[in-house]
C-alpha cells in the first residue's frame, strides 16, 4: 500500500478458540475494506488470551483463511498473550483511580439476586446486583490481580450514549442494560473488556469494526475510556450473518467455516457475501 493515511488505523482482531466462519468473513473484510478505503493501516491482532480455548492450530488456520479470502495488514501479527504487562498497567490504573474492585461472589449467588434478563436471548445476561459489590477500600490488601475477580464499578443509572457509523445512535444505561463486569479473571487472565481498551489505545486504532451482537460491550469500553481519561476510537458495528431460523453463526458451526467452505468450491466473494446455503 502506498501513501498509507496515518490517521486511519484499524485492525483485525481474531480470537483463535476456533475455525473461522462466514460471519467472520464478512466483518474482517468489512475492517480491511474500510482501512483501505481510507488509504489507513490495518493492523493483525490475535486475541489469544485465554490460555484454555485459544489454540496454536486454530491461529494457523486463521491466518491461512486471512489470506485465502484475500485480506492482508500492514502490522502484526500482534499476539495477546505476550501483552500481559500492558493489561496490568491499566488494571493498576483502574485499581489506583478506585474503578475496580474484587469480587468472589460466585455465579449462583448472582442468579439468585440479579434480575432476570431483559434482552432478547443473544443479549441476555445477568446484570450484577449493586448489593453484592464489594466495601469501597477492600481492594487495597490486594497486590496482584490474580485469585479473584476483578469488577468495574459501573456509575448506576448513567446513559453511555456513541454514534455507531453504520448503526447510528446508541445509548445503553449502566446499572440497566449491564452491571459490574470482570476485567481481571481470578485465574489472572485479563478479561475482553480490559483487554481490548488497552490493546487499541496502545495500537493507536482509530476506528474498530466489529459485530453488531458487541453494541453494549462498547459501552463498557467507554466507559473505561472516560475512567482514565482516555479518548475513544469510532465505531462500525456491522450486521451479522445468520441460518434460515435467524439464529447468528458462531464457531461452533462447522459447516459453515470458511475452511469448509473452501472445500466446498466457493469462492472468497462467495464467502465474503455469504452467498451460499446455510
Not at 434482552?119 to 485469585?147: C, H, W, Y
Not at 448506576?156 to 449502566?174: H, L, P, S, T, W
Request: a negative charge; proline letters at 6%.
Amino acid at each position: 500500500m502506498s501513501d498509507p493515511n496515518p490517521s486511519y488505523v484499524g485492525r483485525l482482531a481474531p480470537t483463535p478458540t476456533g475455525l473461522l466462519h462466514a460471519g467472520h468473513a464478512r466483518t474482517f473484510h468489512a475492517a480491511w475494506r474500510r482501512a483501505r478505503e481510507a488509504n489507513g493501516t490495518i493492523c493483525l491482532r490475535v486475541e489469544d488470551l485465554d490460555p484454555e480455548r485459544c489454540k496454536a492450530e486454530f491461529t494457523d488456520c486463521m491466518l491461512e483463511d486471512l489470506s485465502w479470502l484475500g485480506l492482508d495488514w500492514d502490522e502484526g501479527p500482534v499476539f495477546q498473550s505476550r501483552r500481559k504487562q500492558l493489561f496490568h498497567r491499566m488494571w493498576s490504573r483502574l485499581k489506583e483511580c478506585g474503578w475496580i474492585y474484587p469480587s468472589t461472589v460466585s455465579r449462583k449467588e448472582i442468579r439468585n439476586v440479579a434480575r432476570a434478563p431483559h434482552d432478547d436471548e443473544e443479549q441476555a445476561e445477568q446484570v450484577f446486583p449493586p448489593e453484592l459489590r464489594t466495601r469501597p477500600g477492600e481492594e487495597k490488601i490486594f497486590n496482584s490481580p490474580a485469585g479473584v475477580n476483578w469488577r468495574f464499578r459501573v456509575p448506576d443509572g448513567k446513559e453511555i450514549r456513541f454514534v455507531d457509523e453504520r448503526c447510528g445512535e446508541q445509548c445503553f444505561k449502566a446499572g440497566v442494560d449491564f452491571g459490574d463486569f470482570v476485567v481481571w479473571r481470578r485465574d489472572n487472565v485479563p478479561a475482553y473488556e480490559l483487554a481490548v481498551v488497552a490493546d487499541d489505545v496502545d495500537m493507536g486504532i482509530t476506528e474498530v469494526v466489529r459485530g453488531e451482537d458487541l453494541l453494549k460491550s462498547t459501552a463498557r469500553q467507554i466507559l473505561i475510556y472516560q475512567a482514565l481519561d482516555l479518548h475513544p476510537p469510532k465505531w462500525c458495528h456491522e450486521g451479522l450473518l445468520r441460518d434460515a431460523d435467524g439464529k447468528r453463526l458462531a464457531k461452533r458451526c462447522g459447516s459453515c467455516s470458511i475452511r469448509e467452505l473452501r472445500e466446498r468450491g466457493l469462492s472468497p466473494e462467495e464467502v465474503i457475501c455469504g452467498e451460499f446455503p446455510l
